[in-house]
């Protein structure tokens, strides 16, 4: 009588055990992009993880040489990684150690403030700088992010939650990062001392560099938009695509802002919905690779019989 393989418990066993083996992979690898939420660091984890599977199915399928080359690659990608994220992984493996397995799911969901906040702490900000004639100038992303290329200096990189204290502080005339712009990307401070390109146009005779900075750098950058306080009269600006809309009152500046500045509701959700779509994909495609696995050693050992 003839046995399949379904009747063979040793097949069985590997099987499972393979299954449960990719499982398991899928599952730290959801867990990696939970716990890192940030979408930058995100791209690069991804292309970590299909690094690893690229190894894993080429190792499957005996291609020796290119499963060296993976290999290397993937050896070569962790430490790289390491050195990159060291911080992160300092933080992450003490909390792994402290036992704190909750916070750590925690930590990235909280990490991004509401738009709406922001938006509140940045009209707050602007609103007593103007008032105390402490000149500022504030790039705020409304797309894919700025290429650093677009600007004269990249300033310094901070990463920090947006909160009106942090921006007044921040152009105070006596601190290191008052002089240039600070960066607001994705709801947080990117990078303060951010010096920008100057605009060929003259608004006006009254407007110095700090203006032509804010015309110059949405000329140059679709999706973004520069707020300006004068030094000189408090006077409050937006420029967008290389125009200045002013005098502004907080309130216009919040209505202007509300409407145009932060990503739409989709592009903010967009980590979360992600991960969803990455963890669809991850479940169907190592679904087909499961049943790949099964309908291939089927196949070998009914040709064996
Ligand atoms: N290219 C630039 N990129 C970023 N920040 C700039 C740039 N040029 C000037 N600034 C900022 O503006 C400050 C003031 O420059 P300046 O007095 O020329 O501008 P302004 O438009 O006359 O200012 P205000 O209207 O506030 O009096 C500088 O100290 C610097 O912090």
Redesign the pocket.
Known sequence: MKSGPSNDPGWMQSWLIHSIDIGLVFAVAYMVLVIIGERRTLWMVRGFIILMLATAISNWANLRLLSIALNSLVTGSAVAMAVMLQSEFRQFLEQLGRGEVLQLFGRGRKAIPEPDSVIDQIVEAVKELSQNRT???IIIETGSPIDERDF??PGVKLNAEVSKELLQTLFQPKTLL????VLIRASRIAAAG?????SERMASR????????AM??TERVAKCLCV??????G?ISLAEKGVLNRPLTSSKLKELLEARSFPSGDERKATPISIGSLKRQIGSKGWALISRVFRLRSSASREKK
């Open positions: 000149g500022a100038l004269s200096v008052h002089d240039g712009a951010v010096i920008l390109p100057l009254q407007l110095g560099t700090r203006h032509r900075a110059g750098i300006v306080v004068s030094e000189e009269t006077s």
